[in-house]
């Protein structure tokens, strides 16, 4: 397992030195987010070809996490090809403080460490030779729904701004009636369900600190926090009257003005 860990970890660094040479020549480090978003995607199948674990495990495990993947990396991947030369505002204030390209690289490749940390629940599994149990399935469905949940969050986002009308405007509707970031509560909830997932297999505790790492990044770190400053540079009074109204994360009933 340490072998395969340490191998996982030489591919991610490759992996994001190219990603990395990649956003350089064309000049937009927006990419780095689909990068990281198809690293499971890149990790998990192998670790499902060479581990020597149960395969029903390994298979329904990793279709689950390259299902996220994929999907978060497309979705991510179409809307930096669309804003595409202009780079996300977060990479231009980096820039601002990080001249040259090689500050960049020892980011890239930290998130290249981060990837691999996230993948433990797919390595643990791979080397569990045991039937699944009822904490697998558990967390494999959870994770499994709240992936549904996460990509009606997103379509319902994006047919909200498909409509000129909409402009400049926030969006109410459906689910983000009831939280103002329920993309980001479903994400947590599946790296909850990957966890639970780990519990099933030996040293899958460790498998805890995912769930936690994405908790501190979404709510802490590059989620609510940048979401919410420019959705008020942006919108806003309008927005600062969403935020008076709406959770900001769990979902739950509005309140008053």
Known sequence: MLTLFLIALGIAATYFAVAWAVCVKIKNYGFLDVAWSYGIAVLAPIYALIGPGHAPRTGIATAIGVAWSLRLGTFI????L????AEDVRYETLRARWPGPGMFLAFFELQALVVVILSLPF???AFNPSPLRLIEYAGLTLSFLSLCGETLADWQMKQFKSKPANRGQV??????????HPNYFFEALIWVGFALFALGSPHGWIALI?????LYFLLKVTGI????????????????EYQRTTNVFIPWFRKSS
């Open 225 to 240: 926090p940048l979401t919410e400053e420019y959705a008020i540079k942006s919108k806003g009074e309008a927005y600062r």
């Open 210 to 214: 995912c769930p936690l790492m994405m």
């Open 82 to 85: 669309k804003h595409h030369p």
């Open 77 to 80: 991947l179409i809307r930096v």
């Open 171 to 180: 969006c109410q509707s459906g689910l983000w009636r009831f939280s103002r």
């Open 123 to 125: 390595l643990f599994a």
